[in-house]
């Protein structure tokens, strides 16, 4: 809320910080130029001024040296031409423009014709009067001619100094309009801002007001009466903050209740759960132990006791496994054994898997095609732990297939996400059943005639320890699929699925298959 009532505040502020601060420097700017073209122009004038002025006291100085004879005149010539010289100079360096430096080149050149005259004319002179006459006047136009461009520099700075006047009062007069038309423009639209920013208030307070009244309609029908309507004025805040506090009361009520209703219904679940377990525990258990019972319930007395045939001690002591090995697996799934993580190639541990069912493999007549990708597939996990659940997928793959079956086996990165390992077992057996494929990861759920459904179980638990996941399936040309995801720790420098394993494998919608999955 308050960027909305902040944002155009700054806004304004600051642009108004930059027409005052660039219109004040551009002035002071403007007036440091004009002082500058002023000394410039005035430091012009009065050369212009000293020239004209050495110019024609030299031509006075020297008409009545012609005319007189006066040596006392003859020797104040040449300190005159000086003075000149010196003006011409200052005029010079006070050019700032071409035509300025053009004048004062015109100048010097006429000068120079100028004093040439006279210095020729002094030493020259005969005393006749026609004579000395007739130089003088040449003499005083040559001193005019001089005298012209003098006169020009003269008025041009005079002109400059007068446009550069009225150049700066224009642009301070525009300058000083457009702060006094922001002065005057910037109220009426911090006016107006205001204006909107109120509207705008007004209406996300009704909007707040409109929800939370639907919000105390919803918690009237589902939790009881709550009253939100404060006395007060309706626009006010914190008439509309003490709805606010009303209904988050309210909410943290209702929010309590349910986390009680959440605990208890875990609760009930997990009671659930136990109930199924001891209803599979005495499924699993209990079939042995009627058959032992009815075993040693049939079987002869002799004196030293029962006397079991060799056929049925071996059934008593299968149906004895059968149900050590129930104890075990309920072992593995309720207590499960702490993770030993190592970095290692997950390949490597495929491999391992794969060698201890080799043996079952070649007495059942299946054949293992392994696919797996040519780079490292490094990941930090349990090696033990991971053979477990292979070499379970593996077993389970075997007893699903018939001899001459073949039991493919890949791992490779996933195409999707290439910090994703996946390892795909697919056999060639009849698949999952349907009605099976959403529960098989439950316990005692299996599809085996003697099989205590906990395998695939313990699987998923170890999975999901490793922070993955393993998903199940049915390949279309018949036979189930299982998939494992593992995250790996080092991407591999090739990050996709090797183009040859296509060319090798037996089937070539196997990954497709565990991609769908």
């Not at 959440?262 to 699993?284: F, K, P, Q, S, T």
């Not at 060799?310 to 104890?327: C, K, N, P, S, W």
């Not at 001459?404 to 490779?412: Q, T």
Request: a negative charge.
């Amino acid at each position: 809320m308050w960027k909305k009532i902040a944002t155009p505040m700054l806004i304004v502020c600051l642009f108004w910080l930059v027409v005052s601060c660039t219109t004040t420097f551009y002035i002071l700017w403007s007036r440091q130029a004009r002082a500058r073209n002023l000394t410039e122009n005035v430091a012009s004038i009065q050369a212009a001024g000293l020239l004209q002025e050495s110019l024609w006291k030299l031509q006075a100085t020297f008409s009545h040296a012609m005319l007189n004879s006066e040596s006392a005149d003859q020797q104040e010539i040449p300190e005159l031409e000086r003075k000149f010289e010196s003006a011409l100079d200052l005029a010079r360096r006070a050019a700032v423009v071409p035509a300025e430096r053009e004048l004062v080149g015109t100048i010097g050149e006429r000068f120079s014709e100028y004093r040439d005259l006279i210095d020729r004319s002094r030493m020259n002179r005969t005393g006749d009067p026609v004579t000395a006459g007739a130089v003088v006047e040449r003499s005083a136009e040559i001193a005019r001619r001089v005298a012209k461009p003098c006169t020009d520099l003269l008025e041009f700075n005079e002109r400059l100094l007068t446009e550069s006047g009225k150049q700066t009062a224009q642009v301070e007069e525009t300058l000083v309009l457009a702060r006094l038309l922001f002065f005057i423009t910037g109220p009426a639209v911090g006016i107006y801002v205001g204006l909107r920013i109120a509207r705008n208030l007004h209406h996300s307070i009704s909007q707040i007001r409109v929800t939370l009244n639907d919000a105390s309609g919803e918690l009237d029908q589902e939790v009881g009466c709550v009253e939100i309507a404060p006395a007060g004025n309706p626009d006010d805040l914190s008439r509309l903050n003490q709805e606010v506090q009303a209904i988050s009361t309210r909410i943290r009520q209702v929010v309590s209740e349910l986390s009680r209703a959440r605990h208890e219904a875990v609760v009930a679940e997990r009671l659930a759960v136990v109930g199924e377990l001891a209803a599979g525990i005495a499924h699993e258990l209990r079939n042995p132990l009627t058959s032992v019972k009815l075993l040693v319930q049939t079987a002869p007395r002799a004196e030293s006791g029962i006397a079991l045939q060799d056929r049925h001690a071996q059934i008593v002591l299968q149906e004895i496994g059968r149900m050590e090995e129930t104890i075990q697996g309920l072992l593995d799934f309720a207590r499960p054994s702490e993770l030993h993580r190592l970095r290692h190639d997950v390949r490597e541990t495929l491999r391992r898997g794969l060698n201890l069912v080799d043996g079952r493999a070649v007495h059942d007549g299946i054949t293992i095609a392994e696919r797996l990708a040519d780079a490292p597939l490094i990941v930090d996990a349990d090696p033990g732990q991971l053979i477990q659940v292979f070499v379970n997928l593996f077993i389970n793959g075997i007893e699903a297939m018939h001899r001459g079956d073949v039991l493919d086996v890949a791992a490779a990165v996933s195409n999707q996400n290439s910090r994703i390992c996946l390892i795909t077992v697919a056999d060639r057996g009849n698949g999952i059943p349907q009605e099976l494929l959403d529960k098989v990861f439950e316990p005692f759920v299996t599809t085996k005639e003697r099989g205590i459904g906990l395998g695939l179980a313990v699987s998923r638990r170890i999975i999901r320890e490793h922070g993955g996941r393993i998903v199940a399936g049915n390949r279309p040309e018949g036979g189930a699929v299982f998939v494992v995801e593992l995250p790996l720790v080092e991407i591999p420098a090739s990050a996709s699925q090797d183009p040859a394993a296509h060319d090798r494998s037996p089937n070539g919608s196997l990954l497709n298959m565990s991609r769908a999955v």
